[in-house]
């Protein structure tokens, strides 16, 4: 026979994060300087399917293209970057920063269907665009029926 561990309080669990995430919150509205959020960033992403490809949008307003690296490596993609704080004005002028600064990087696991070899990317207004084409075989093909 199986004994079973009763645990009252685990669905609270979740919550705990929450809870210290709150309290890191209110601590800093109350700090007259807040520091640059050198966090690893976490860039919004989108991913769509076209009829021929498969598209990746991301959120990357404010870093630069130099500082974007595309990188794949055995059906995986990887996306790095850096935003980097801009050093025009003192940082003891400064009230309040919420914007976060930092490096960044999100991996994506390719289908078998992706032709890695004629992968694009464009990087405009704050957007990086990747299109990733599918195989040839990959692609949706249309049978017609005849009927007798």
Known sequence: MR??????????RPLYGDFDKWFDETANAYSPVTTPANVALHPN???YETEGSYVLKA????VSKEDIKIDINDNVLTLKG???????????????IERSYGSFMRTFAL???VDS??????????????????KEEAKPKE???EIN
Do not use: H, M
């Open 59 to 62: 959120e990357l307003a404010g």
């Open 111 to 113: 289908s078998d269907k």
């Open 3 to 12: 004994i079973k561990v009763w645990e009252p309080f685990r669905s609270f």
């Open 117 to 134: 070899g004629n992968i694009k990317a464009a990087y405009k207004d704050g957007v990086l665009e990747v299109t990733l084409p599918k």
């Open 143 to 145: 049978i017609k029926v």
């Open 82 to 96: 850096e935003k980097k704080f801009e050093e025009k004005t003192e940082k003891d002028n400064y009230l309040r």
């Open 45 to 47: 992403v989108d991913v």
